[in-house]
């Protein structure tokens, strides 16, 4: 288990009055030492480089404010400027003022900004000071009220491995399955409950369900088991403070005299715990704590100032609450609102494209943004053929950015103040040394993991240095790792570590201590484990060498084993003797799709989605080996070979070689790192980054925007999809590619794409779109800017090429014309993601569309060509 700590500290002594009968201690500068407030420091030299907005957020420090902060607009600074304001111009002491954001990064680079605009650590205008997290400040407060809290001071706070340990114990506790009832699927839950502020009793008093129910009843029993353990979980810390803030007047009212500026970032993210905690410390209180009545030491104009960026909320799947930043001028009647408009990050032509993109939200804050940079290229949106072809053209996209051109050159060196730009990048030059963009100044995103792999390798493949950031590699992440460990068994019997890690996952009643006695008479017998569990009948039951269940869920295990590998002949793997056939029944038949499947339907998780996407992906990745692979290569040196010409290798050897191919990847020969990487990252995880040059790729329908939102009857979860793209594009600085495919493989099998709606959103005067969907040169070393086709994305209109003529047509939407006579209006159709509809109308012509009505899925408006339609009445 862990104990969060932090650098932050309260100075004095914040013990209650009412608790231990002595006053509170406010931090009052010592004995014969100056205060603060006489240090006053000229306002304009602390404002100066300040857009007039920017000195308006600053300088505005009474009554609540609410300050809309775009992407690259300088927020930090606003914030940063506008304590240093309260402390050395308004003379406010140090300890009056809390400032709340989300990560230990953003508190350390914020605390690091004020430290130096307030004179050092050591200074006396940093006494008391606090800068930090959510989590943090409500894990002290916790400790320093403990009792208030209903808790002691030495609680401890369980970590993600602690709480599936209890939560596991509690789901037995309560006769239970794990296989039903997933530990992580429950912690899922639970913390989505405790995000709400919904206790156990609350949340059993909402199920509907047999299955909420029963969660109802293993929440009940973790909370007990937490608090006979003397611990807390990470969510605790917010819901047990906020409980605390609205049920303990004396702890709300001391703390309010403590912090009378509150400040908070990110506040678009905050979830309903965070909005009651920060509301019930600046005094706003009366919705919070649902109280009609004005709160007790402070009136509703309270002094706290958010910051944030509706356009940015992309969290609401865990808990974020985009009407906390929406609503917040009518919690705090009164308010100020400063829009940070000006862009500082990226180019006239991106910021075009994103504002236009946005602007399609109904559930907004209107801004203008806007940047007072000159020039710029165009973005670039390109239709590639499948997704290796999306990967080598992004590498060659890369490397040509990489090595820069004479008109980049020149656009770069006209561009804006070098210095200015460094500044701006937080320390990331945008130039190298030789005029051109160097690996870290790049970046992918895509949004979700289950696309790295073909990046990865077309990056290993063209010796481009790449990481991983804020993500696991794909061969490293669990649901690839435990089914590659089935894999690896059936390869090689003898392989014991494999083996342990695979004999209970998914739960099927094979129990640690059963893993050791099975192991200690394998090394009794000098045999491999899994010999041993082949030796396993029901007399090990009679001599009380294993429990009868044991028995016969090691019994079912071989005979599931011997299933794959036809007890040893490899004659019953599959009908085919297909590689990728192998893998995908080997994921099936273990059990762990079921698994995780399970945990998805019951977390609505997008990482437990994921990794569904991810166990498909390797199905994908054993059809691309198999249909690539090369008997005469060093990996197939032990296949049989006829006559000297390589003959079709043996299913078992050609796992073999793909495990072998798997295990190089982490042993692949290092690029030089000195040289930086580019970064591969999710969406989500590029939130808060920027970079000079940023390809997005995966943008289709089902991917970006996301399944769940294409289905949604809600267009929240679309807009939030929207949401998600602007802040991919906003991270660009200077150059910004968009890819889609025209065909993905999905469980190894090629599938037609629908290009993303969102490209259609883009304003057209700023993309150079290309069609390369038909070229079949390989883009790896060659960049290729050809115009090529007209492509359509999503339902809107059709983009052409830069410098196509207004009269070039492509043959994809020729075909379109002719499918609008096969669904007419009235017919009824099928669709494989939305079910059975009704044609409504159809729009003939090249790019054919149709109005279609859908049982469960509402009505939707899609591209014939691309709709996979099949009529049945």
């Not at 050791?516 to 008479?521: A, I, T, V, Y």
Request: aromatic letters at 6%.
């Amino acid at each position: 288990m862990q104990h969060e700590s932090s650098s932050d500290a309260f100075a004095g002594d914040l013990t209650p009055s009412w608790l231990s009968g002595t006053p509170v201690r406010v931090e009052p500068p010592e004995s014969g030492e100056e205060s603060p407030r006489h240090e006053r420091v000229d306002v304009d030299a602390l404002t100066k480089g300040l857009t007039e907005p920017q000195k308006a957020a600053v300088v505005t420090t009474e009554g609540p404010v609410l300050v809309l902060a775009a992407a690259g607009s300088g927020k930090t600074r606003v914030i940063t400027r506008r304590i240093a304001y309260l402390v050395n111009v308004l003379g406010i002491p140090p300890w009056q003022v809390l400032a709340l954001t989300f990560t230990n990064k953003a508190a350390g680079e914020m605390r690091e900004r004020v430290t130096h605009l307030l004179g050092g650590e050591g200074s006396r205008q940093m006494r008391g000071l606090t800068v930090t997290t959510f989590h943090s400040l409500c894990a002290r407060l916790l400790r320093r009220y403990a009792i208030a809290a209903g808790l002691k001071e030495d609680f401890s706070i369980y970590d993600s491995g602690d709480q599936a340990s209890l939560v596991k114990k509690v789901i037995e506790a309560c006769q239970f399955s794990t296989a039903n009832f997933p530990p992580r699927s429950v912690l899922s839950a639970i913390s989505n409950a405790k995000n709400q502020l919904l206790g156990p009793s609350e949340y059993a008093a909402r199920a509907m369900d047999f299955s909420s129910r029963n969660i109802a009843k293993i929440y009940a029993g973790y909370e007990k088991a937490l608090r006979g353990a003397n611990a807390v979980d990470f969510d605790d810390l917010l819901m047990l403070t906020a409980k605390m803030l609205k049920e303990k007047a004396e702890v709300r009212d001391e703390l309010r005299e403590r912090w009378q500026y509150v400040m908070v970032d990110e506040y678009q993210d905050t979830n309903k715990a965070q909005f009651v905690i920060a509301s019930l410390i600046a005094g706003e209180g009366a919705r919070a704590s649902g109280s009609t009545a004005a709160p007790e030491g402070r009136p509703t104009g309270a002094n706290i100032c958010v910051v944030g960026d509706p356009d940015q909320a992309i969290y609401g799947w865990r808990g974020a609450d985009i009407s906390n930043i929406l609503d917040f001028e009518q919690h705090y009647p009164g308010c100020k609102t400063i829009p940070l408009g000006e862009n500082f990050r990226s180019t006239a032509p991106i910021l075009a494209v994103a504002d236009t993109l946005i602007r399609n939200n109904k559930r907004r804050k209107h801004k203008d943004l806007f940047t007072k940079k000159a020039g710029g290229d165009a973005v670039e949106a390109i239709l590639c053929r499948d997704e290796r072809h999306e990967a080598r053209l992004v590498t060659g996209w890369l490397r040509k950015v990489h090595e820069g051109s004479t008109e980049e050159t020149k656009y770069r060196s006209t561009a804006g103040n070098a210095e200015d730009l460094k500044s701006i990048s937080s320390g990331t030059s945008v130039l190298g040394h030789s005029g051109t963009f160097p690996w870290k100044d790049m970046a992918v995103f895509y949004r979700t993991n289950a696309l790295s792999r073909v990046l990865e390798e077309a990056f290993r493949e063209a010796n481009i240095p790449y990481t991983i950031a804020r993500g696991t590699a794909f061969y490293d992440r669990e649901e690839v790792k435990n089914a590659v460990g089935y894999l690896r068994v059936v390869a090689n019997a003898a392989d014991d570590v494999s083996l342990e890690r695979v004999i209970n996952t998914p739960a099927r009643g094979i129990s640690d201590a059963t893993v050791d006695k099975l192991q200690l008479e394998a090394t009794r017998a000098g045999v491999p484990l899994l010999e041993i569990c082949r030796r396993v009948d029901p007399s090990w039951a009679a001599a009380d060498m294993l429990n009868a269940r044991a028995v016969g869920s090691v019994q079912k295990f071989v005979q599931t084993y011997d299933m794959w590998t036809g007890a040893g002949t490899f004659l019953g793997a599959t009908v085919s003797g297909s590689l990728a056939d192998l893998v995908d029944r080997v994921i099936k038949e273990s059990g762990i799709e079921d698994m995780y499947r399970k945990q998805a339907a019951q977390s609505k998780s997008e990482t437990d989605e994921e990794r569904l996407d991810n166990l498909a992906e390797l199905v994908s990745s054993a059809r691309q080996f198999e249909l690539e692979y090369d008997p005469s290569s060093d990996a197939a040196m032990d296949v049989p070979t006829r006559g000297g010409a390589a003959a079709t290798p043996p299913l078992l050897a050609l796992l073999r070689a793909y495990l072998e191919s798997i295990a190089l990847v982490a042993d692949a020969d290092a690029v030089d790192p000195s040289q930086g990487s580019v970064t591969l990252m999710t969406l989500h995880a590029a939130k808060g980054l920027e970079f000079p040059a940023v390809a997005m790729v995966g943008m289709e329908e089902g991917l970006l925007p996301h399944s769940r939102a294409v289905t949604s009857p809600s267009d929240a979860e679309m807009e939030e999809e929207r949401r998600l793209c602007f802040v991919g594009i906003t991270r660009a600085m200077q150059r910004l590619l968009m890819t889609a495919a025209k065909y993905r493989t999905m469980r190894g099998t090629p599938e037609r794409t629908i290009p993303s709606r969102f490209l259609a959103e883009l304003p057209q005067q700023h993309l150079r779109v290309s069609d390369q969907s038909d070229t079949f040169a390989d883009l790896g070393a060659e960049w290729d800017e050809g115009r090529g086709e007209d492509v359509e994305f999503g339902a809107g209109r059709p983009m052409r090429p830069a410098g196509a003529s207004s009269g070039s047509a492509s043959s994809g939407g020729r075909a379109a014309a002719g499918m609008a006579g096969q669904f007419p209006a009235g017919c009824t159709v099928r669709h494989p993601q939305f079910g059975i509809g009704t044609v409504k109308s159809v729009s003939p012509g090249a790019q054919a569309r149709a109005v279609i009505e859908f049982r469960e899925a509402g009505t939707k408006t899609l591209v014939l060509e691309y709709a996979r339609l099949t009529r049945v009445g």
